[in-house]
T-cell receptor, first 112, second 114 residues
């Protein structure tokens, strides 16, 4: 199993540009999560999904959108990039019976 | 919502010493408390977790204790080694709901000097 994979690893965006951060897991996990990590601020939940077709907002959803059309994929969309969205983005997943979340390798995003 | 406070923000110890990181949480309904280790440039990885029906859990040099009454839990690392140097995050969640989510502390940077 590859576990949780994320692409791209690093991206530079200009203000106002759009992009999609990809997240895929091959563990057949129902639950998937998107976090952002800013220096000294821990991990903050952006959006999460409890299964295909079901998504919900986390603590910091503004400026982001998600979709969950399949169990495996949970893309995160930035429509109008802003400097405040410069961060490291982590995707995570877990199975329904266990609480342990498994993280992807992260995407480092720089908005200039 | 849940709020998790973590202290200290940085911790420097000598190799072989013990290290203790403390967290408090606000939601008395929280019942699952994991600890994650994140090395520089890497993803967070679970090192140990505890549920609210258990007061203490050990795994080799790592232990976690939970005080539900005081709403705090701690990570204890004994006989620290340079490879323990990393950022450690505590988290809390209410695992009873399918919609349960983790709330993380801000992290503790642990530096173990040889």
């Amino acid at each position: 199993n590859a576990g949780v994979t994320q692409t791209p690893k690093f991206r530079i965006l200009k203000i106002g540009q759009s992009m999609t951060l990809q997240c895929t897991q091959d563990m057949n996990h129902n639950y998937m999560y998107w976090y952002r990590q800013d220096p000294g601020m821990g991990l903050k939940l952006i959006y999460y999904s409890v299964g295909a077709g079901i998504t919900d907002k986390g603590e910091v959803p503004n400026g982001y959108n998600v979709s969950r059309s399949t169990t495996e994929d949970f893309p995160l969309r930035l429509e109008l990039a802003a400097p405040s969205q410069t961060s490291v983005y982590f995707c995570a997943s877990r199975s329904g019976g266990l609480e342990t979340q498994y993280f992807g390798p992260g995407t480092r995003l720089l908005v200039l | 919502g849940e709020n998790v406070e973590q202290h200290p923000s940085t911790l420097s110890v000598q190799e072989g010493d013990s290290a203790v990181i403390k967290c408090t949480y606000s939601d008395s309904a929280s019942n699952y408390f994991p600890w994650y280790k994140q090395e520089l440039g890497k993803r967070p990885q679970l090192i140990i977790d505890i549920r609210s029906n258990v007061g203490e859990k050990k795994d080799q040099r790592i232990a976690v204790t939970l005080n539900k009454t005081a709403k705090h839990f701690s990570l204890h690392i004994t006989e620290t080694q340079p490879e323990d140097s990393a950022v450690y995050f505590c988290a809390a969640s209410n695992g009873n709901s399918g919609y349960s989510t983790l709330t993380f502390g801000k992290g503790t940077m642990l530096l173990v000097s040889p």
